[in-house]
């Protein structure tokens, strides 16, 4: 049986800020620009992924049955989001802040060989802007998470999108 409705709504006003609640919410709607910040993310993590996933349930009960794959898509990216920057040093929880989640998830599915392209525009730009240092502090911190027969390819794979997203960069945004 799963949480109850009283019971997450009591857990929620006991550990999640309303504000973290707020972020959390608009990320997993898939609201443009919207990524809980690395404090929310602790939280979030400490609040569990119990609440977590009972708090996704009822976004999904609320919204549009044509939203909820795309609810439940960007509420486990969220989750795995957070629990990378609960778990990871200090200069990843900074450059974590520095792009989505959303492109995050892009960049890191890129890097470990899982998407057949290289992010999108808007990914890649948030990239660069990130920084080679954070590009570089994520490429280790996933090799240090995967096995290490992993270790060239998705090293090699990190140097590839690096350079192909800072090709984009170099391209005039195309206008719609």
């Known amino acids: 049986m799963g949480l109850k409705l009283e019971d997450w709504r009591w857990k929620n006003q006991q550990r999640l800020p309303k504000n973290c609640g707020d972020e959390v919410k608009e990320s997993i709607l898939g609201l443009e620009g919207s990524v809980p910040t ?6 979030l993590v ?10 996704a349930q009822l976004l999904v009960s ?18 795995e989001g957070c629990v990378d920057v609960e778990e990871s040093s200090p200069i990843i929880s900074s450059c974590a802040a520095k792009f989505s989640m959303i492109c995050g998830d892009e960049v890191k599915q890129s890097v470990l060989g899982l998407q057949g392209s290289v992010p999108t525009d808007k990914c890649s730009r948030q990239l660069v802007r990130s920084g080679k240092t954070c590009h570089d502090a994520f490429a280790q911190l996933l090799v240090s998470r995967e096995p290490a027969s992993q270790k ?23 206008s719609s």
């Open 38 to 43: 690395a404090d929310c993310c602790r939280q």
């Open 62 to 79: 609320r919204e549009a049955a044509s939203q909820k794959s795309s609810i439940l898509t960007n509420s486990k990216t969220i989750w």
């Open 152 to 174: 060239s390819s998705i090293l090699e794979n990190s140097k590839t999108i690096w350079e192909e997203c800072v090709e984009v960069v170099a391209q005039p945004p195309v």
């Open 46 to 55: 400490r609040w569990g992924k119990t609440c977590h996933d009972a708090f």
